[in-house]
């Protein structure tokens, strides 16, 4: 049943995220690696399903109530790429690695010492993947220790190590870049020498995994590297618009909102603040310089220049002085990730009809 959305709410073009699933699916294909598409973009398993449908591999999530939540929906590979150190967290995991294959991230000895016992007492053998350390200054083990502890979890009974992954983005040097080529062939370029070291050690690296939505598809072009785990490519949004990965219209995601006040020429005010739009991608900052908090659709000289918790204040241009109480506009967030993760449910938009579906993931923070 279609049901006409309320604002403010996240409104997804069906045939674009389609369209872009698609995409990223042929060029993993092109390539000759998996994708392993991120679900933190969605936290949908229906959209998970897609992806799989179109030839993903598995999935990968960053939470084990993510993992649950996919798995409950009939998802049997997933990857949690990121460190499980207490031991509930540890305990549930053994609980799905019963029933689907399941992967988890590790990068420290303590990590990794504890997952074997847990694995070992429960009379498990755990497939586990070591984190690198590219540059991002994160989660991951120093590149030059790589090696070492990679040996070392090798031995560890109740584990199997069975590859390596990173996590870097648009960086080089140790900072943010727009030259996505470059990052993306020399992110593949470490990790896969990383692995043939470790396998000239005597370690079975099968798999190498990298590449986010701006670097994946550079990344997987490098001999080496077998997989990737873009995740916003989804559904697109402004700043991958910015970076270049796409165009504004390939950006499945928009906010749709309500123009609620009219208080001066130059201002409009939206049923949108903080509480609807993700924040963590800020304007004015270095390399995307972004100009406020979303690509205004149907206001072409407006800036979404300030949120407060309710409230959303647009800069108006000369030509956007026509925008009216009452006038509904879509705006293309920044971050779509964080974006769908503030609302309980987004509708999706086909042939003029909108579905609401539940964000199954939403909150799944643990």
């Known amino acids: 049943m279609s049901v006409y959305p309320q ?8 045939a674009v995220m389609e369209r872009n699933i698609e995409t990223m699916g042929a060029s993993a294909r ?5 994708l392993r598409p991120h679900a933190k973009t969605h936290k949908m398993p229906t959209v998970a399903l897609k992806q799989l449908a179109a030839g993903a591999a598995g999935i990968t999530v960053a939470k084990v109530s993510e993992a649950e939540v996919m798995a409950e929906h009939g998802i049997t590979d997933i990857f949690i790429a990121y460190p499980l150190v207490t031991m509930d967290k540890i305990r549930r995991a053994l609980a799905l690695a019963k029933r689907i294959r399941l992967i988890v991230g590790v990068d420290s000895r303590e990590g990794a010492l504890r997952l074997a016992e847990a694995a070992a007492s ?7 993947r070591l984190e690198i350390d590219t540059g991002l200054r994160r989660t991951g083990v120093p590149y030059e220790d790589a090696v070492e502890l990679a040996a070392t979890v090798h031995e560890m009974a109740g584990l199997r190590l069975s590859g390596i992954y990173t996590f870097r983005g648009a960086i080089m040097g140790g900072k943010a870049t727009l030259d996505l080529r470059a990052a993306g062939e020399e992110e593949g370029r470490i ?5 043939s070291r470790m396998r000239a050690s005597g370690i079975a690296i099968e798999d ?3 590449g986010s939505t ?7 072009t490098v001999p080496g590297v077998t997989e990737v785990r873009p995740g916003t490519y989804v ?5 991958q618009a910015r970076f270049g990965v796409c165009r504004l219209e390939d950006c499945a995601g928009a906010v749709r909102v309500t123009v609620v006040s009219r208080p001066a020429p130059d201002l409009a005010v939206i049923d949108g603040g903080s509480k609807t739009f993700a924040t963590d991608v800020q304007p004015n900052t270095e390399p995307l310089q972004l100009q406020g908090f979303g690509h205004i659709v149907e206001l072409e000289d407006a800036v979404l220049e300030r949120l407060s918790e309710e409230h959303g ?3 108006l241009g000369p030509a956007s002085q026509g925008a009216a109480v009452g006038d509904v506009i879509h705006i293309v967030p920044n971050h779509i990730c964080s974006t769908v993760n503030l609302h309980n449910q987004v509708y999706f938009r086909h042939d003029g009809n909108y579905e609401p579906q539940t964000v199954a993931g939403r909150g799944k923070l643990e």
């Open 7 to 14: 604002t403010p709410c996240v409104v997804i073009d069906t």
């Open 30 to 34: 092109k390539a000759g690696v998996k």
């Open 122 to 128: 429960a009379g498990m053998t755990l497939e586990v």
């Open 191 to 195: 990790m896969a020498e990383l692995a």
């Open 208 to 210: 190498v995994s990298v």
């Open 214 to 220: 701006p670097t994946s598809a550079f990344a997987m």
């Open 235 to 239: 559904f697109m949004d402004r700043m």
């Open 313 to 315: 204040m647009l800069r």
